[in-house]
């Protein structure tokens, strides 16, 4: 059975799948993203107009009404139905059914108005319907694009990236901003259209029916515009300090989650519980402050539309008294200004929407604006055809803002060979493996496998030339099938138990409830250390490569779980590379070569009885260690 629950990692060198520009505003990069999805955005722009030009429809409509009411058959529909008929005859001779001359009579006028109303009602309907479909629909294609695109491209972001971040502000990125990017285009982005429609529409509207009326009645329209628009500018830093506050509360919350045994052991939950308040509280008080400028816009606009709105009552009513204005135009200007000017007042959300959603956009473009420090390279390496040869050719090597952990080091790991690293902490040991799976790029030198350059190598080609096994061993949340069969997701059930007897494994995962398909828990917190060990053996097992590595694999482990491990290694091994960096000499004495590192430099080498007649470093650490054993023997 095929191990599949987990989720399949994309290849180390894949990109994101579109492209985009560090420059430029956060909409206008947005609309470079969704340029996949132009066909789409028109359709829902279009939908959104159709919708509120239909929507706008009813002032007028009751303006013709009233005109039918209280001029009848001088009203205009009269007498575009009197000049259809005349078209009719001159065309047709005798027109069908007395079709335009019946349009002449109130009941006929009434009854061809109920019917466009019945149109117009229908029309703003159906184009609710799609604009909401395609605009939701959108809004999920984007989010589920974007939030692949950026975890792709954080997947080959190196391994200092994650160092200088928390995994909180990273997850905060990836979910809440993208969430909220979501929420715009659900409604805010057709918000927007239908607010820029109605303005056009009724501005163009009212310099028709009444233009000496109209400009009074759109005076504060500009003002109100470029208010809003000054508003929010006012408004974005605030919004991104936000955004900045909630990813700083999500980082503490996961860092938190991850060491709840810690906090635990240590009774320190008032005082993790105290350091969340701060980070919320720090949190409300910048929501507060965006709040309490964003609360006031509407309440302002208010005042500025009454002047429109006052304009509009006195003068066109002293016009329709004084027979200049009909009064279904009249009535059509009352209802139609609110129509014009009320949408400044929603806008003020929309825009709140609207800067909520670009701070979001800028940070989830930075993440993808931030470069890959460690590209792949274009030569291809097949994993069974490899000979397992590594050289470190004159390696420097310094974590940032740090002195070297490796000086112009050079040694030789040759094919089918077990090589044992050893050191004192911090002498470098377990860098040489990170920069041998190019974790990190070294700073001079060159590490080959089997002659090439490993820069030139495709990341994903080097990496499954490799099986690592850490000291600090991470399961997924899965079965243990599934975490057995993890890099090796095609492999079938026969093969997973194979590795697992090959590891020494099988027999202690028999013993639990639900044998291979029981459930590790997250990074495997219902095994022991050692059980955790023999699963991260049984991957490397399964997944078969040239090279092993084992950083201090059995440094956690009770001594009869080392006879285990030490048992099963003893038969992967065979033939295989191996690179074991090992805290207990014990488990590498029988290596064809020892290295002994000493603050990132070469100080010893050779095979553990030549190392020990050199009574050097590797000497001391022998007669330490045998010296423990011996007291507690």
Sequence with gaps: MAASALPQPAAPDAQPSHGHSSNGHPLRRLLRYSQPHRRQIWLASSYSVLNQLFDLAPPYLIGIVIDIVVQQQDSAIAQWGAGLANLLANLLGNPPLGLGEN????????????????LVWGGESLFQYLYDLQWRNLAQTIQHELRL?????LQAMEMSFFEERSSGELLSVLNDDINQLERFLDS?????????????????????????????????SPFILIGSLLYQKRLAPRYSQVRQRAGLINS?????????ATIKSYTAEAYELDRVGIESEAYRQSNRRAIALSAAFVPLIRFVILVGFIATLFFGGLAAAAGTLSAGKFSFMVVVIQRLLWPFTRLGQTMDQYQRAMASISRVMALLDSPIAIPTGQRSIVAKQSAGAVSFDHVSFAYRDRRNALTNLSL?????QTIGIVGATGSGKSTL???????????????????????????????????????????????????????SFEASRAEIIQAGKQAEAHEFIERLPQGYDTVVGERGQKLSGGQRQ????????????????????TSAVDNETEAAIQRSLEVITQ???TIAIAHRLSTIRHAHRIYVLDQGELAEQGTHEQLLSQDGIYAKLWRVQSGIRDRIG
């Design 534 to 553: 023999r699963l991260a053996i049984a991957r490397a097992i399964l997944k078969d490569p040239p090279i092993l590595i084992l950083d201090e694999a």
């Design 575 to 577: 033939g295989r590379t």
């Design 433 to 487: 493996v990170k920069l041998l799976l190019r974790f990190y790029e070294v700073s001079s030198g060159r590490i080959l496998l089997d002659g090439i350059d490993i820069r030139d190598l495709n990341l994903g080609d080097l990496r499954r030339c490799t099986g690592w096994v850490s000291q600090d061993v991470f399961l997924f949340h899965g079965s243990v099938a599934e975490n057995i069969a993890y890099g």
């Design 252 to 260: 503490r919350l996961a860092n938190n989650i991850s060491g709840v």
């Design 149 to 153: 695109d950026g975890y792709s491209h």
């Design 188 to 220: 805010g982005a057709n918000q927007l259209i239908q607010f820029a429609t109605t303005v056009l529409t009724i501005s163009i509207s009212l310099l028709i029916v009444a233009p000496g009326i109209a400009w009074m009645a759109m005076l504060p």
């Design 103 to 118: 349009l002449t009579s109130v009941p006929a006028q009434l009854a061809f108005m109920s019917l466009v109303t019945l």
């Design 412 to 416: 030789e790991i040759p094919a089918g």
